[in-house]
T-cell receptor
Framework: ETGVTQSPTHLIKTRGQQVTLRCSSQ?????VSWYQQALGQGPQFIFQ???????GRGNFPPRFSGLQFPNYSSELNVNALELDDSALYLC????????????????FGSGTRLTVV | EDQVTQSPEALRLQEGESSSLNCSYT??????LFWYRQDPGKGPEFLFT???AGEEKEKERLKATLTKKESFLHITAPKPEDSATYLC?????????????FGTGTRLTVIP
């Protein structure tokens, strides 16, 4: 059983640029959630994808967008990067059960450390 | 408004010195409380889920307990390898999705 893998592990971008982060979910998981974790803080929910559609969103602006692919892998895109976007971006996969109830047994990846300069 | 507060922010223990971490929460309709361990530069690693007041779960030197207002993570005779940040989280559905709302964590350092 493979876990959640994220790429790249580290990234440095310039303010105003765009970035794409990638995530491969754990085998058997059909739901992907993205979290932003600033230094010294807990992870904050960005959005969740299920069946290739956004299934809920936290308090993040539209320049944060995502995709989920048929194999359940996912991308997080951030446009017009700001200095405050510097953080660890975490992908978490889980399994949504028949009937819609979600297993909260999230498996997190090791994250992508994004630095905006 | 849903809230999760963890204390203390940081804790330094001597090896073998037992202690407890606290997670207090305010949510409408608790659907579980989660404990995670996070090592520096890594993603959170699942430890426990507690669903009802009075429930307890154990794993090695860790024991998690739950009341109606808070949860405790008890660490018995800790070892240096227990050093990590411990996060608690509760599920919230206010964003339209079932996601986890995390506290800011307790950074535990165990000194040999």
């Amino acid at each position: 059983e493979t876990g959640v893998t994220q790429s790249p592990t580290h990234l440095i971008k310039t303010r105003g640029q765009q970035v794409t982060l990638r995530c491969s979910s754990q085998s058997g998981h059909n739901t992907v959630s993205w979290y932003q974790q600033a230094l010294g803080q807990g992870p904050q929910f960005i959005f969740q994808y299920y069946r290739e559609e956004e299934n809920g969103r936290g308090n993040f602006p539209p320049r944060f967008s995502g995709l989920q692919f048929p194999n359940y892998s996912s991308e997080l895109n951030v446009n017009a990067l700001e200095l405050d976007d510097s953080a660890l971006y975490l992908c978490a996969s889980s399994q949504k059960r028949t009937g819609g109830s979600l297993s909260y047994g999230y498996t997190f990846g090791s994250g992508t450390r994004l630095t905006v300069v | 408004e849903d809230q999760v507060t963890q204390s203390p922010e940081a804790l330094r223990l001597q090896e073998g010195e037992s202690s407890s971490l606290n997670c207090s929460y305010t949510v409408s309709g608790l659907r579980g409380l989660f404990w995670y361990r996070q090592d520096p530069g890594k993603g959170p690693e699942f430890l426990f889920t507690l669903y009802s007041a009075g429930e307890e779960k154990e794993k090695e030197r860790l024991k998690a307990t739950l009341t109606k207002k808070e949860s405790f993570l008890h660490i018995t005779a800790p070892k240096p390898e227990d050093s990590a940040t411990y996060l608690c989280a509760v599920p919230v559905a206010q964003t339209g999705a079932n996601n986890l709302f995390f506290g800011t964590g307790t950074r535990l350092t165990v000194i040999p």
